[in-house]
């Protein structure tokens, strides 16, 4: 029996149209539909009558006897229910906060599943809205009084049994200029004045700092608008960035690396046939704009983790070797099937923009870190150059000794490399200076810790370089004027394994103290 208030299927079927043709019109389920809706509730609650109910009495009375016509109508207004359901399926899916949400949380969950589990590497997720970044950064009178400062240095320099940072990757694309807000967004964040507190924060902790670059950064509503592009870096010139170039000059700038395009974070649904509610829903995505994509940030922290896995060194990130897996490949990751015919099935390329060879120079030059597309399916990034660009130092065939090292220092393999020494160094002086001792004396211990991983023979073999990984290296401890206790201290380092140009040098200047406050 029906409940209370609730009309019979056989009524709704006998007196009102059928429900059929409302809820294929999509007429049932909106705002303002309460009769339809009660009809419908009262027709999912029965068996008796639900027939007429659902068809209507005089089509009803015709296929009450016909089960293949019945069969047949059934399956066709199934058919178009899977329509509808699919077509409001999509809108969810589609929009646009949607999927970046879910981007983001595909994309880290890409990288940690590929992770080594046998590896001692660690992965700490800090859940934080770019906007509060940067409320953080704006109530800090300086960027070590804020608290991702905090987080990322003191927690880990200042205390006993800290591990630092090797690598922090921001999932947010960057943009020259404010992003338009819709309303409720939010005030606009201005980018590069929170991306300048990031770069002094990670030169401060010597950790390499990933983000990723809008389309908008380069001056184009997608990446696959610059397909086409005799100059995929022309926008970097115009006066619309001249803060950006402002801030590639500056010297912190070695410690941020800006990476693109983005990365398909999963292929469009298709039908499964094993769903247990039977709904056959294939997503609809015929452009670009219609995927879910997560930004590259991920694909290059997965080369870095693999190569301190591997090797315990993080240089061999850039590149592709032959029948090898190493340097900058970037494997598995998601795919979308191009299906030609029954047994021909191709995966499209798993980014957004495929990068010519000039191309892809340009954007390097620009201070970016593509990733571009190989043959067959998989990716690779060429060059792993930080956001620091120089004039000057545009490539050259002599370039001179001081532009070697200024090219070399904004490689950020190199950067991983020496960072990792500077982590050793502070973590050990921090030991030191809570005692009695002099400059000269933490200096001398600090140069006889470094030197058993020097090797000033330019010829040595592959085993001794991984083992020694540095050609020179020198340490200058000197007490500072003012703070009892603390030190200063000057890192020259010369590496020569897996590193470009043996003649380069880096220098680092950080402090050391029982506190271990900024330098």
Known sequence: MPEAGQPSADAAGQGAAPLRAGILAGRVGGAGDGAAGSRLAGFLRQDRGALAGWFGAPLAARIRHDPGLLRGLLDHDIA??????????????????????????????????????????????????????DRDAAKASEFDQSALFRLVYEAEFGRAGGEPFGL???????????????????????????????????????????????????????????????????????????????????????FLCIAMPRVLARPPWRPDPARPDGLRYEEYAPEARHRTWSVACYAFAATVARAQA?????????????????????LDLPAEPFVLGPETVWNRPSLDL??????????????????????????????????QTRAADAPGRDPTPAVANRRLSAQVNAMLCVSRFAHYIKIMGREMTGSSMTAEEVERRLQTWISGYTNASLNAGPDSRARQPLVSSRIKVHEMAGRPGAFGCVIHLQPHHQLDDVSAVFRLVTGLSAQDAAA
Do not use: C
């Not at 359901?85 to 595909?106: F, K, T």
């Not at 001056?219 to 960035?241: E, P, T």
């Not at 954007?363 to 990034?381: E, H, I, R, S």
């Open 80 to 133: 178009a229910i899977d329509r509808m359901i699919a077509a409001q399926l999509d809108e969810v899916l589609h929009h646009p906060r949607l999927q970046r949400l879910e981007g983001s949380w595909r994309g880290l969950a890409w990288l940690v599943d590929g992770l080594d589990p046998t590896s001692r590497l660690k992965t700490r997720l800090l859940s934080a809205s770019w906007a509060e970044l």
């Open 168 to 254: 922090l990757v921001v999932d947010h694309e960057l943009r020259h200029v404010p992003e338009r807000r819709r309303p409720g967004d939010g005030a606009p964040v201005d980018d590069v004045s929170l991306l300048s507190a990031l770069a002094a924060i990670g030169a401060a902790s010597f950790m390499p700092v990933v983000l990723a670059a809008a389309p908008g950064l380069l001056g184009v509503d997608g990446f696959g608008d610059l397909a086409l592009s005799n100059d995929a870096a022309a926008a970097f010139r115009d006066d619309d960035h001249a803060r950006w170039r402002t801030l590639a000059l500056r010297e912190d700038t070695r």
């Open 310 to 330: 591997l090797h315990n060194w993080p240089a061999d990130i850039r590149g592709v070797g032959t029948d090898r897996v190493g340097g900058g490949l970037v």
């Open 354 to 387: 495929a990068l010519t060879d000039r191309q892809e120079r340009d954007l390097v030059a620009a201070g970016l870190m593509p990733l571009n597309t190989l043959p067959y399916g998989d990716a690779a990034f060429a060059a792993v150059h930080s956001l």
